[in-house]
């Protein structure tokens, strides 16, 4: 990611996830793959399907699912 080749990272986190589907923290550094490639949907399902799997980091997927749904034009869903 410090090259920040998002769709390279993207691929790779894709190709983790089917290994281990039940990783939460793999969802998580997806969803931040595809905020840098500006995906927000895709960021979006990501961050909720970490939340979902467990990840307790949920914080900082809050703040960066927020991101996501203002840059969809869903700010009412962020703070909601």
Do not use: H
């Amino acid at each position: 990611l410090s090259r920040r080749d998002w769709p390279e990272a993207i691929r790779a986190y894709l190709e983790l996830a089917k290994s281990s589907p039940r990783d939460s923290e793999i969802q998580r550094q997806l969803g931040v793959a595809y905020i840098g490639a500006q995906q927000w949907q895709q960021a979006t399902e990501a961050f909720q399907k970490s939340l979902d799997l467990g990840n307790r980091n949920r914080g900082n997927i809050a703040y960066l699912m927020g991101v996501s749904l203002v840059r969809l034009g869903r700010g009412e869903e962020a703070i909601g």
